[in-house]
């Protein structure tokens, strides 16, 4: 599995795009996908924004999901994914930045 950022360093109020899809060359034949994503603030360990979503084999969102978050606030974030019915998960780390005034 793979969770990708458009990039690492986003500015408050930036929308962050969130994209975990399973590798091309993973065969599965499970009957439906249910995925978790979360965000969270590094330094309150606080979740920020989650998703849970479930696609049946055939549907969109079933190999891959993309979302959106929006930045509201500067610090550094984790993103993680978790496929439920794999036990894959990724992860990777961001930081938002001050808007300059």
Known sequence: ?????????YLEGEAVAITA?????VMCFCLEHVWDVRV???ESG???????LAARAGEAGYRRVELEWIAERAGEYGVSARLVAHGA?????????RLAR
Do not use: C, N, Q, Y
């Open 89 to 97: 998960v990724a992860s990777k780390t961001i930081r938002v930045e």
């Open 46 to 52: 606080r979740v920020v924004r989650e998703w849970r």
């Open 1 to 9: 599995m793979v969770l990708e950022t458009g990039k690492d360093v």
């Open 21 to 25: 899809f399973l590798k091309p060359e």
């Open 40 to 42: 969270v603030d590094l």
